[in-house]
């Protein structure tokens, strides 16, 4: 309950740590970034609201945009890059182990299936999606995808996430709707973030069932014959 009162009002939160702990608020948001995107038992931090709700303060001059549009990135392709290196080198040794408590073999199989449809573009699309962006590098290692590859796809990825959140954050995160109701704001980042995967779990459930179907026509039709 502490986690979601955090993710849900973290405008409040953030604006504590501003004042407790003010500069140090970057080496804050460097850290949940790189952790959310660099450990794969941290998938639960809140990416998405923290940029937005960071933004929304630089542009009322409480933070700096130019320092975020530097750092974040920074934090969220080293973050992808460590995970894609503790795939590689202790994915198997990892999997073998019986870890579910932390790493849930659900998520890692949403990510492959994320995977096998959209291929290397996977790093980039899923910096959108909560849960598949943290497992996303991390089954990227343990594939051994090319890291040359895997790089570029990482650049371009947390480029892209942190900027455009930003941007997003920086020009309507202070409107006076949007101030008023913060909360529900971020409620709505993560519903709408969250929409992908639970199309992608009606489609698993609708393909069997379909499927199912098929096979009960075939063998109907081959007793009629």
Known sequence: MQLVDFIVHIDVHLGTLLQTYGVW?????????????????????????????????????????????????????????SNYMIGKYFGTKLLERDHERFIKKKHLEETQTFFDKHGGKTIILAR????????????????????????????????????????????????????????????????ISMVPIFVGVIKKRIKPTATQGDTSKQSTQTKEK
């Open 25 to 81: 608020v970057y080496a804050i948001l460097f850290a949940i970034l790189f952790l959310e995107t660099g450990l794969v038992v941290t998938p639960f931090l809140p990416g998405d609201s923290l940029i937005f709700a960071a933004a929304a303060f630089a542009a009322s001059g409480h933070l700096n945009l130019v320092v975020m549009i530097i750092l974040l990135p920074i934090a969220a392709i080293a973050g992808d890059a």
């Open 128 to 191: 959108f999606m909560p849960f598949i962006r943290t497992f996303a590098p991390f089954v990227a290692g343990i594939g051994h995808m090319s890291y040359k590859h895997f790089a570029a796809y990482n650049v371009v990825g947390g480029i892209l996430w942190t900027w455009i959140f930003l941007v997003v954050g920086y020009f309507f995160g202070n409107i006076p709707f949007v101030k008023a109701n913060f909360s529900l704001v971020i409620m709505g980042f993560i519903f």
